[in-house]
């Protein structure tokens, strides 16, 4: 009785007219859910050795390390959820979570290229520096912004991906501006 009133329901507001279809959809997305924690799970665990055995906790703090590797597991959940609500056949909700999940990888990505610009940059800065040429202070903060101002630049262009071209460069050339006034006002105020 429960379970025909359930499917009742199921056909009047969402729209699903065969219900034992929908119950075997059911199945496969419970098994997409639950490979999804697993998977998440386990490449969390595998990355986790992985930065263990490169030592890279000499050079990045933990803290840095768990939100990186809390933001792959997440991303892996998140998709899996996807799949399993495409898997469920409602359109609403799959719309939904669909335009939402679009923004994850965005920013991992955006992450990803912030993290690498800073490296390059410290790199590149310290490099200038190792070399005492002329003027090898100036020199090498012009490097460091402008390198790590290219990565963050590229950075925002991949966190906004879903947005309109023009959006973006408008909130780039704003973006400069107000940092380019707040770099001449530090200056400035340094000086004094």
Known sequence: MIIYSLASILQDKLGIMDFNLFLVNLIFAVILLLVGLALGWLIKSILSRIIEKAEIEKTASKSFIHLFL????????????????????????????????????????????????????????????????????????IIFYFVLYTFLMFALKTALI???????????????????????????????
């Open 162 to 192: 879903g947005q309109d071209k023009n959006t973006v460069n408008i909130i780039i050339i704003i973006l400069t501006a107000v940092v380019s006034i707040g770099v001449v006002y530090w200056h400035a105020v340094k000086k004094k």
């Open 70 to 141: 809390t933001v792959i597991k997440w991303s892996i959940y998140l998709l899996f959820v996807s799949l399993a609500l495409d898997q469920l056949g409602i359109p609403e909700l799959t719309n939904w979570l669909s335009s939402f999940l679009v923004v994850i990888p965005a920013f991992v990505g955006a992450l990803i290229l912030i993290v690498i610009g800073f490296a390059i940059a410290v790199y590149l800065r310290d490099l200038i520096e190792s070399s005492k040429i002329l003027s090898w202070n100036i020199l090498s903060m």
